[in-house]
């Protein structure tokens, strides 16, 4: 079953990476440019804590 939505985010997507004829940080250039002319607020969240497995064999 294909979902419709997926499909035509990846047409896009395929279709942006065309336009720069996949050059990675040309197209990531664009995106950022996108971003910053959207005028919408980008919240970073800082990175959580991974807490260690406890060991389940102990010497």
Same mark, same amino acid.
Do not use: N, W
């Given at each position: 079953?294909?979902?419709?939505? =997926?499909?035509? =985010?990846r047409?896009?997507?395929?279709?942006? +990476?065309?336009?720069?004829?996949g050059?990675?940080?040309?197209?990531?250039? %664009?995106? @950022? +440019?996108?971003?910053? %002319?959207?005028? @919408?607020? =980008? =919240?970073?969240?800082?990175?959580?804590?991974?807490?260690?497995?406890? +060991?389940?064999?102990q %010497?």
């Amino acid at each position: 079953m294909k979902d419709l939505i =997926v499909e035509e =985010v990846r047409q896009y997507r395929m279709e942006h +990476t065309k336009k720069f004829k996949g050059d990675l940080a040309a197209i990531c250039d %664009d995106l @950022r +440019t996108i971003q910053k %002319d959207s005028g @919408r607020k =980008v =919240v970073r969240l800082a990175p959580k804590k991974i807490e260690r497995a406890k +060991t389940l064999i102990q %010497d």
